[in-house]
């Protein structure tokens, strides 16, 4: 179980976009992947990102190794916005920081919604916030991805 979701480390499942996955790490396991955001046909260009380090080998620069891979890869496939779904705590607590938002804030996303105690995970309600990164250009008529 991990700091970060109280039901368990993430599994790459099927269907995901792209998926970087961490070597073997003597401090744990971390992973990044990304899957389609929304269904409707106009938002092919969008990901869902997610990046998962285990809480023993956070703050030494695997999540923004694991990032930088996923964001070449989906940039290669065509996509054009990275979006982050991030749990947050208005009062940060023992099991919740904001480490996540300063994180992909550092990595260029920026703060664009901000949803209400909508997650329940260690007994408390939490926020959830989402963030973006353009990472190509959004010109007429774009080439589909993949």
Known sequence: MSITDPYGTPAIMPGRTASVVAPKLSCGNAMAYAGQFHAREAYAWAVETSIYVDES???????????????????????????????????????????????????????????????????????????????????????RPF
Not at 87 to 110: I, P
Not at 112 to 137: A, P, S, T
Request: net charge negative; charged share 20%; proline share 1%.
């Open 57 to 143: 080998c956070k703050h030494m620069g695997i999540g923004g190794k694991l990032h930088a891979a996923l964001e070449e890869a989906l940039k290669e496939q065509g996509f054009l916005n990275m979006n982050a779904c991030i749990a947050y705590a208005s009062n940060e607590d023992e099991y919740l920081t904001n480490n996540s938002v300063e994180f992909h804030a550092h990595l260029g996303y920026r703060m664009v919604g901000q949803f209400y105690q909508c997650g329940y995970k260690f007994g408390r309600w939490y926020d959830m916030v989402w963030m973006e990164k353009l990472i190509g250009e959004h010109g007429a008529n774009p080439k």
